[in-house]
C-alpha cells in the first residue's frame, strides 16, 4: 500500500521533535480520513449495521418512540445522531417513529462536508452541528451514537519497570513507524484502582469519548430524554492494546499507513457508564446488540419483511443473522442506554449488566 501526504507529515515531525503520542497519531489520521472520503458500504473500507439492514434503524425509531410516548410525549423533542454515515439510520429511524406521529426534528452532528451530502439526501431537514454544543438546550434529547465513540482517538499506557509511561510513535533506522514507551512519567493519569499492574500491561482510555459521554450525559439531566451508544468494546474494563485498522474491509497494521485507514479502539463501556452516572444520568444497562434486537423484535419484522417480498426472503434473513450472530456483530457489538432522572427505562435492558 501506498502511504500518503501524513505519513511524510509524521516523519518530519518525529524527526525534529522526537516521538509522538499514539493519541496523536491517531487523531490526526482519522481527521484526514474521514475528511477526504466517504468510507463505508460495500465499494468503501466497512459496513456499518446501518447499511446492513433497514431493520436497525427502525428498531432503534421504535426504541425511541417508546421511551418519548412513556415519557410523557414532551415538546419539543429533538432527534440528535453523533456521526451518522450516510444518514441511513436517521432516515429508518425517523421514518420508524414517524408512523406514531412521531416528528422530532433531526439534529446531526457531522464535520465531514462530502458526508453531510450524503446525509442531506436521506434526511433533507436534517440541521447541522459540529459538535453538541450547538443543539438546542431546550426540550427533551433523543440521542444516538452508533459506532461513533470508537474512532475517538486513544491514549496508551503502558506499565514499565521504572512506573506507567504513555505509548508513543516513533521511527526505526529504516524510517517506518514504530511503537516505543515514552519518557514521562503518567502515573498520574492511571485511576489509583489500576495502578498496580504487571509489567507490560496496557490500559487504553480515550479522552475524547469521556469528553463526549460528560457532555451527553449533562444535556440529559438538563434537559431530558434518553440515549443510545452502540459500538464494539467490552461491558466491563479491561488490558491490552484494541488498536486496529481496516481498509477495504481488511485489517491492516495500524501504523502503516496512516490517514489512508479507518484507526479504532474498542470502548470501554464500564468506563463509559461511570462517567455518565457520575452527571447523575440514569444508566438503563449495557447489554450485546444481538440481545437487544432480539428482545426488540428482529426475529418478527424480519418475517413480516419476508413476507411482504418473499424474493427478498434470504437477503433479510442473512442480514438479520449478520446484526444478532454471536459469531458476527452479536456479541462484539454492544449497546448502552441512558436516561434523564425522570425518564423511563427503554425496553431490552432488563439483565442491567
Same mark, same amino acid.
Given at each position: 500500500?501506498?502511504?500518503?501526504?501524513?505519513?511524510?507529515?509524521?516523519?518530519?515531525?518525529?524527526?525534529?521533535?522526537?516521538?509522538?503520542?499514539?493519541?496523536?497519531?491517531?487523531?490526526?489520521?482519522?481527521?484526514?480520513?474521514?475528511?477526504?472520503?466517504?468510507?463505508?458500504?460495500?465499494?468503501?473500507?466497512?459496513?456499518?449495521?446501518?447499511?446492513?439492514?433497514?431493520?436497525?434503524?427502525?428498531?432503534?425509531?421504535?426504541?425511541?418512540?417508546?421511551?418519548?410516548?412513556?415519557?410523557?410525549?414532551?415538546?419539543?423533542?429533538?432527534?440528535?445522531?453523533?456521526?451518522?454515515?450516510?444518514?441511513?439510520?436517521?432516515?429508518?429511524?425517523?421514518?420508524?417513529?414517524?408512523?406514531?406521529?412521531?416528528?422530532?426534528?433531526?439534529?446531526?452532528?457531522?464535520?465531514?462536508?462530502?458526508?453531510?451530502?450524503?446525509?442531506?439526501?436521506?434526511?433533507?431537514?436534517?440541521?447541522?452541528?459540529?459538535?453538541?454544543?450547538?443543539?438546542?438546550?431546550?426540550?427533551?434529547?433523543?440521542?444516538?451514537?452508533?459506532?461513533?465513540?470508537?474512532?475517538?482517538?486513544?491514549?496508551?499506557?503502558?506499565?514499565?519497570?521504572?512506573?506507567?509511561?504513555?505509548?508513543?510513535?516513533?521511527?526505526?533506522?529504516?524510517?517506518?513507524?514504530?511503537?516505543?514507551?515514552?519518557?514521562?512519567?503518567?502515573?498520574?493519569?492511571?485511576?489509583?484502582?489500576?495502578?498496580?499492574?504487571?509489567?507490560?500491561?496496557?490500559?487504553?482510555?480515550?479522552?475524547?469519548?469521556?469528553?463526549?459521554?460528560?457532555?451527553?450525559?449533562?444535556?440529559?439531566?438538563?434537559?431530558?430524554?434518553?440515549?443510545?451508544?452502540?459500538?464494539?468494546? +467490552?461491558? %466491563? $474494563?479491561?488490558?491490552?492494546?484494541?488498536?486496529?485498522? !481496516?481498509?477495504?474491509?481488511?485489517?491492516? *497494521?495500524?501504523? #502503516?499507513?496512516?490517514?489512508?485507514?479507518?484507526?479504532?479502539?474498542?470502548?470501554?463501556?464500564?468506563?463509559?457508564?461511570?462517567?455518565?452516572?457520575?452527571?447523575?444520568?440514569?444508566?438503563?444497562?449495557?447489554?450485546?446488540?444481538?440481545?437487544?434486537?432480539?428482545?426488540?423484535?428482529?426475529?418478527?419484522?424480519?418475517?413480516?419483511?419476508?413476507?411482504?417480498?418473499?424474493? +427478498?426472503? %434470504? $437477503?433479510?434473513?442473512?442480514?438479520?443473522?449478520?446484526? !444478532?450472530?454471536?459469531?458476527?456483530?452479536? *456479541?462484539?457489538? #454492544?449497546?448502552?442506554?441512558?436516561?434523564?432522572?425522570?425518564?423511563?427505562?427503554?425496553?431490552?435492558?432488563?439483565?442491567?449488566?
Amino acid at each position: 500500500m501506498e502511504e500518503g501526504v501524513l505519513s511524510d507529515t509524521f516523519r518530519r515531525l518525529i524527526r525534529a521533535t522526537g516521538p509522538i503520542s499514539l493519541m496523536q497519531f491517531m487523531g490526526e489520521s482519522n481527521a484526514r480520513y474521514y475528511s477526504a472520503r466517504d468510507p463505508f458500504g460495500d465499494h468503501g473500507d466497512f459496513i456499518t449495521a446501518p447499511e446492513i439492514s433497514q431493520m436497525f434503524g427502525e428498531l432503534i425509531g421504535l426504541w425511541l418512540a417508546d421511551v418519548w410516548i412513556r415519557g410523557g410525549r414532551l415538546e419539543p423533542v429533538h432527534y440528535v445522531e453523533l456521526g451518522p454515515g450516510r444518514g441511513y439510520l436517521a432516515r429508518d429511524a425517523l421514518r420508524s417513529m414517524k408512523r406514531y406521529g412521531f416528528e422530532p426534528r433531526p439534529h446531526l452532528v457531522e464535520g465531514s462536508t462530502r458526508l453531510r451530502d450524503a446525509q442531506l439526501e436521506q434526511v433533507p431537514h436534517a440541521i447541522f452541528h459540529h459538535d453538541l454544543s450547538t443543539v438546542p438546550r431546550q426540550g427533551p434529547l433523543l440521542l444516538v451514537a452508533n459506532e461513533f465513540l470508537d474512532a475517538l482517538p486513544v491514549r496508551q499506557l503502558v506499565m514499565t519497570q521504572d512506573g506507567w509511561r504513555e505509548v508513543m510513535v516513533s521511527l526505526d533506522v529504516e524510517g517506518n513507524f514504530e511503537l516505543v514507551r515514552g519518557r514521562q512519567p503518567m502515573d498520574s493519569a492511571v485511576p489509583e484502582a489500576r495502578r498496580k499492574a504487571e509489567f507490560g500491561t496496557v490500559i487504553e482510555t480515550c479522552p475524547g469519548a469521556a469528553a463526549t459521554m460528560f457532555e451527553a450525559a449533562g444535556r440529559l439531566v438538563s434537559q431530558g430524554g434518553a440515549a443510545l451508544f452502540i459500538d464494539y468494546g +467490552h461491558i %466491563a $474494563s479491561r488490558t491490552g492494546s484494541t488498536l486496529q485498522a !481496516v481498509r477495504r474491509h481488511r485489517k491492516l *497494521d495500524p501504523l #502503516k499507513a496512516p490517514g489512508e485507514a479507518d484507526l479504532t479502539a474498542h470502548v470501554d463501556f464500564e468506563q463509559m457508564k461511570q462517567i455518565a452516572l457520575s452527571r447523575g444520568a440514569r444508566w438503563s444497562g449495557t447489554t450485546t446488540q444481538g440481545a437487544w434486537l432480539k428482545a426488540l423484535g428482529i426475529d418478527q419484522r424480519a418475517d413480516a419483511l419476508a413476507e411482504f417480498a418473499p424474493q +427478498h426472503r %434470504a $437477503s433479510l434473513l442473512s442480514a438479520r443473522d449478520r446484526l !444478532v450472530d454471536p459469531a458476527q456483530m452479536g *456479541d462484539l457489538f #454492544k449497546v448502552m442506554a441512558l436516561a434523564g432522572p425522570d425518564w423511563p427505562d427503554g425496553v431490552g435492558f432488563t439483565a442491567k449488566g
